[in-house]
Every structure is written in C-alpha cells, then in structure tokens.
T-cell receptor, first 113, second 113 residues
C-alpha cells in the first residue's frame, strides 16, 4: 500500500532564506508526483507536476526534484517570502491508477518578515 | 473559466439529515474527483469519475455515501443519513485526464451536529 510522508510537519523560517521541503513514498512505481499549496480555508493549488521520467521541474522560485529509486521528492523554495506561508502537500497516484492520488499530511510553512 | 465551483461553501446540519454537496468541474475536463480532508486523516480520495463513469469508489467510507455524475458539468456527493464523524471539508477537483494536474474547488465545510 502506497504511503506518503512529509517531514517536517511544520517549518518556520525568516524571510529571504532558501528552504527544502521533503516528501517520501513507499512504492517507487509511480506515474508522476505533484506538489500542491493550500492556504488556510482554501482549496489546493497545483504547483508542479513531475512525470516519472523526469528528474526535476521548475516554476519561478520553486524547484521540485524526483528520485524514484529512493522514493523521495524535494521542493526547493528560493528566497522565501511571507506570501509563501501555506501548507505544502505532495501526492502520488495510487498503484497503477493515474487518478487516485495519495496525499502526504503536508508541511506547514511560516515565513516571517 | 471560473474554475471548479462547489456549493454550498458551508453546511451545518443535524445528525440523521441528508446532505448533498455539489460540484461543477472546469469545462472540457474529463475527470472529476471527490476528496475529504480532516485533521486526523489528512486528504483522502473518496471517488473519481472519468467521462462521467465512476472508476474507483474504494474510498467511499460506507453505504451512507453516494456520488453521481449525470453529465459532464455536474456531480453530487450525498450523505444519508449524516453522522457527526462525517464533519470535514469536502473538496471536488477536475482534470483534463486522469494523469493530469488536478484543479481543486474551494471546498465545502460540513459540520454535523
């Protein structure tokens, strides 16, 4: 059974710092991996989707890497800003399904001015 | 496009009552997903549809839960009878196809008293 773990559960950093969020999964036979952002009381916003054949994806100050063999993904945020404060979740499809996403519990990020 | 639209945003009901949550996916998207989010269990997939057909409903907790997608632009999630443990935020998401980025609605916060 696929399990997704995110460590740490919460992280507080000063503005301007570079930071890394971690995601691990138990079954390396994944179709892709997605990183989402969730603001309090809101839905999820997709940040990056990495296909199984890719090693990384970049969008602005965000860079996500994928190492299928070790069951790990990282989300790198450069020059963090208070507006980056949110909960970040990673998700992988369950088994051979392309739609049934299994989510981690998320990392709650607080960037202090 | 206005994105995924869910209604109502908030629902407070008494135990034993029927609850119906509604979702309008993004036009042109072929896959629709219902999730439930709680503090204890995080975000869990309940059911997803592809081309209006239920593909995987293994996440539906019990027979009290049912979901329908009568056409490509509308889906409902019904709980009958509702119980206090059903209290959660219910999200609907849609994607162009099963393996693509999923776009989430703002969610329905359900409280069953």
């Amino acid at each position: 059974k696929q399990e997704v773990t995110q460590i740490p559960a919460a992280l507080s950093v000063p503005e301007g710092e570079n930071l890394v969020l971690n995601c691990s999964f138990t079954d390396s036979a994944i179709y892709n991996l997605q990183w989402f952002r969730q603001d309090p009381g809101k839905g999820l916003t997709s940040l990056l989707l990495i296909q199984s054949s890719q090693r990384e994806q970049t969008s602005g100050r965000l860079n996500a890497s994928l190492d299928k063999s070790s069951g790990r993904s990282t989300l790198y945020i450069a020059a963090s800003q208070p507006g980056d404060s949110a909960t970040y979740l990673c998700a992988v499809p369950h088994g051979g399904s392309q739609g049934n996403l299994i989510f981690g519990k998320g990392t709650k990020l607080s960037v202090k001015p | 496009d206005a994105g995924v639209i869910q209604s109502p945003r908030h629902e407070v009901t008494e135990m034993g009552q029927e609850v119906t949550l509604r979702c309008k996916p993004i036009s042109g998207h072929n896959s629709l997903f219902w999730y439930r989010q709680t503090m204890m269990r995080g975000l869990e997939l309940l059911i997803y549809f592809n081309n209006n057909v239920p593909i995987d409903d293994s996440g539906m907790p019990e027979d009290r839960f049912s979901a329908k997608m009568p056409n490509a632009s509308f889906s409902t999630l019904k709980i009958q009878p509702s119980e206090p443990r059903d209290s959660a935020v219910y999200f609907c998401a849609s994607s162009f196809s099963r393996g693509d980025i999923q776009y989430f609605g703002a969610g329905t916060r359900l409280s069953v008293l």
